[in-house]
């Protein structure tokens, strides 16, 4: 079983820089798809980005040319860069593993406790 443990998120103004991280307890990592989802008060969690274990990523379309999504898989981590920050990015951030990118419906671990982004207008 693959733990994966969600750290970095904060309280931010709009327009601010957030950059949150994914560790993983595998050895095996680097062969993970690994995506970021995000669940608001009152929502259903949606995806936000995934990154394949080559680099290749996905984007939901409220986050593209804000948010990076990369890896480092010496460090088994996964990383989301924020960026100009808007208030209705205002959830908790979880991460877990894909088979593909595309398969962002069909997450396949167990939901973390994920970490809470705040940004205040």
């Known amino acids: 079983q693959v733990e994966l443990v969600e750290s970095g998120g904060a309280l931010v103004q709009a327009g601010g820089s957030l950059r949150l991280s994914c560790a993983a307890s595998?050895?095996?990592?680097?062969?993970?798809?690994i995506a970021w989802y995000r669940q608001a008060p009152g929502s259903e969690r949606e995806f936000v980005a995934a990154?394949?274990?080559?680099?290749?990523?996905n984007y939901a379309e409220s986050v593209k040319g804000r948010f990076t999504i990369s890896r480092d898989n010496g460090k088994n981590t996964v990383y989301l860069q924020m960026m100009s920050l808007k208030p209705e990015d205002t959830a908790v951030y979880y991460c877990?593993?894909?088979?593909?990118?595309?398969?962002?419906?069909?997450?396949?671990?167990?939901w973390g406790q994920g970490t809470q982004v705040t940004v205040s207008s």
């Open positions: 990154i394949s274990t080559g680099g290749t990523t």
């Open positions: 877990n593993r894909l088979i593909v990118i595309t398969s962002v419906n069909y997450p396949l671990a167990s």
């Open positions: 595998a050895s095996t990592f680097s062969v993970f798809v």
